[in-house]
């Protein structure tokens, strides 16, 4: 079974532009969740989704959004970047709120964002 | 908020040597997830613990969950260069349905031949 592909896998951007990151969840799992993750700050969740539907938001500004196709596949969005927004985002997904087992979140290799 | 806390922060050793990493956190987990994550790549899941008291085994690697489920400790018998990375624990809270992880900060293990 593949895993998690998430693409690109590298992107610079400059200050003010936008930018969207796709992932492809492995094949029956139907929650995709994404996360930032930085030196200085480590792994922070962004937001979850599942059939199509934010679940879960964490802290982050407006300018980070996401969605979810009826296939699973997510994208992200973040706009108006700032030098800040340079971090690896990585993708996880799972089977879904099921049992305890459903919870176990699989990650793609991410994809390394470097706003300059 | 939880408060998670994972010690030591980098741990440095030679080739052989046993160590033990530690995830310690204020509140009760319903289930806890252990990764490993290599430089510029994603966290890989190594296990997830879900009992009181939990014990697990993953070749040279044993897990165990506290019995009050608010820690957790990694065990590496033996260390080998492959098992250099990042630990990082990610416990689920309690009476949740939803899948946000809060991920500890990680120990970086760096083993030397």
């Known amino acids: 079974k593949a895993g998690v592909t998430q693409t690109p896998r590298y992107l610079i951007k400059t200050r003010g532009q936008q930018v969207t990151l796709s992932c492809s969840p492995i094949?029956?799992?139907?929650?995709v969740s994404w996360y930032q993750q930085t030196p200085g700050q480590g792994l922070q969740f962004l937001f979850e989704?599942?059939?199509?539907?934010?679940?879960n938001k964490g802290n982050f500004p407006g300018r980070f959004s996401g969605r979810q196709f009826s296939n699973s596949r997510s994208e992200m969005n973040v706009s108006t970047l700032e030098l800040g927004d340079s971090a690896l985002y990585l993708c996880?997904?799972?089977?879904?709120?099921?049992?305890?087992?459903?919870?176990?979140?699989?990650f793609g290799p991410g994809t390394r964002l470097t706003v300059t | 908020t939880q408060l998670l806390e994972q010690s030591p922060q980098f741990l440095s050793i030679q080739e052989g040597e046993n160590l033990t990493v530690y995830c310690n956190s204020s509140?009760?987990?319903?289930?806890l997830q252990w990764y490993r994550q290599e430089p510029g790549e994603g966290p890989v899941l190594l296990v997830t613990?879900?009992?009181?008291?939990e014990v697990k085994k993953l070749k040279r690697l044993t897990f165990q969950f506290g019995d009050a489920r608010k820690d957790s400790s990694l065990h590496i018998t033996a260390a080998q260069p492959g098992d250099t990375g990042l630990y990082l624990c990610?416990?689920?809270?309690?009476?949740?349905?939803?899948?946000?992880?809060?991920f500890g900060t990680g120990t970086r293990l760096l083993v030397s031949p």
């Open positions: 996880a997904s799972s089977l879904g709120p099921r049992d305890r087992s459903s919870y176990e979140q699989y």
């Open positions: 094949s029956g799992h139907r929650s």
């Open positions: 989704y599942f059939s199509e539907t934010q679940r």
């Open positions: 509140s009760v987990f319903s289930s």
């Open positions: 613990v879900v009992t009181g008291g």
């Open positions: 990610a416990p689920r809270e309690m009476n949740t349905g939803f899948q946000k992880l809060v």
